[in-house]
């Protein structure tokens, strides 16, 4: 096979540089989406990490309320309220 005719080698030319543009296009799209993706994960860390001191605080509280009653029906017979052990929430903790 010998050298192209100056035509097939201008569409040779001119198939190349539509698939250049259209991979830097697609790297472009790609970019972008890793951007939006990034802060969204930023967005979920900061979230999280709310939610998280949120929670730790909501068990201290329960956890001190629960010592409380548990010193105040140690002379009664009474109950405590909701009757679950204060660690059942414990595992939203771990996770």
Do not use: K, N
């Not at 799209?29 to 998280?52: D, G, H, K, N, T």
């Not at 409380?68 to 929430?89: C, Q, T, Y």
């Amino acid at each position: 096979m010998g050298e192209l005719p100056r035509s097939d080698d201008d569409a040779q030319s001119g198939i190349l540089e539509r698939r250049w543009f259209a991979a830097m296009s697609a790297a472009s799209a790609a970019r972008s989406e890793c951007e939006v993706l990034l802060e969204a994960i930023a967005e979920f860390r900061a979230r999280w990490s709310e939610a998280r001191t949120r929670l730790l605080h909501l068990e201290r509280v329960r956890d001190s309320l629960g010592e409380e009653i548990a010193l105040a029906d140690a002379g009664s017979d009474r109950p405590v309220p909701g009757g679950a052990p204060f660690h059942a929430l414990d595992r939203c903790a771990a996770a």
